[in-house]
């Protein structure tokens, strides 16, 4: 499956601990986005990387959560010290060169 | 501040129906409007628009921009139970040679047999 993937797709854990989500692009895709979306809601965004530069990230995203994109390859999001609105499906998305938007399956976070 | 709003907000319709949803946008430095059909799981892409009035077209999906009104709308003629779907609308953005995507919040098809 040459798709974006996502790990893992499901993840529950309690309030106050750290969670760190993997995303795998497209091979050939260098742009790649995180993105969080809660019930009857679209896409939000969260943080953009084009290669390994982090090139924008979302005032909405608190101190909490930071990303990597080492090498320019598969990107972690890590969530510290979890909230329960931090609840969301996590969705990854890679482009180029056309700039549609490919997703992954989406991390489905529930913090209890 | 930039908004993507579509509507309606939900739709029921009848197999067989043709049905049409709305994208309306207001964002800087615009640079292609997206639509996205999502059923349990992540949105799959199905359109891509750069320039008005060139209908893309597949299957029974149909799509076409209007830059200057700032809308879109996505037709689905003969509709199928399997079209039942939340169908997402997402404008793209180019700011200092960074693409950022704008989504709406959706609109739910519930195609009755």
């Known amino acids: 499956d040459t798709g974006v993937s996502q790990d893992p797709r499901h993840k529950i854990t309690k309030r106050g601990q750290n969670v760190t989500f993997r995303c795998d692009p497209i091979?050939?895709?260098?742009?790649l986005y995180w993105y969080r979306q809660t019930l009857g809601q679209g896409p939000e965004f969260l943080t953009y990387?084009?290669?390994?530069?982090?090139?924008?990230k979302s005032r909405l995203l608190s101190d909490r959560f930071s990303a990597e994109r080492p090498k320019g390859s598969f990107s972690t999001l890590e969530i510290q010290r979890t909230e329960q609105g931090d609840s969301a499906m996590y969705l990854c998305?890679?482009?180029?060169?056309?700039?549609?938007?490919?997703f992954g399956p989406g991390t489905r976070l529930t913090v209890t | 501040e930039d908004k993507v709003v579509q509507s309606p907000l939900s739709l029921v319709v009848h197999e067989g129906d043709t049905v049409t949803l709305n994208c309306s946008y207001e964002?800087?430095?615009?640079?292609?409007l997206l639509w996205y059909k999502q059923e349990k799981k992540a949105p799959t892409f199905l359109f891509m628009l750069?320039?008005?009035?060139i209908e893309k077209k597949s299957g029974r999906l149909s799509s076409i921009l209007d830059k200057k009104e700032l809308f879109s709308i996505l037709n689905i003629t003969a509709t199928q139970t399997g079209d039942s779907a939340v169908y997402l609308c997402?404008?793209?953005?180019?700011?200092?040679?960074?693409?950022?995507?704008?989504f709406g919040t959706g609109t739910r098809l519930k195609v009755l047999a």
């Open positions: 990387f084009q290669n390994e530069a982090q090139l924008e």
């Open positions: 998305a890679s482009s180029f060169p056309t700039y549609e938007q490919y």
């Open positions: 964002v800087t430095n615009f640079r292609s």
């Open positions: 091979s050939e895709h260098n742009r």
């Open positions: 750069t320039s008005s009035g």
């Open positions: 997402a404008v793209s953005q180019l700011t200092s040679g960074t693409y950022k995507y704008i």
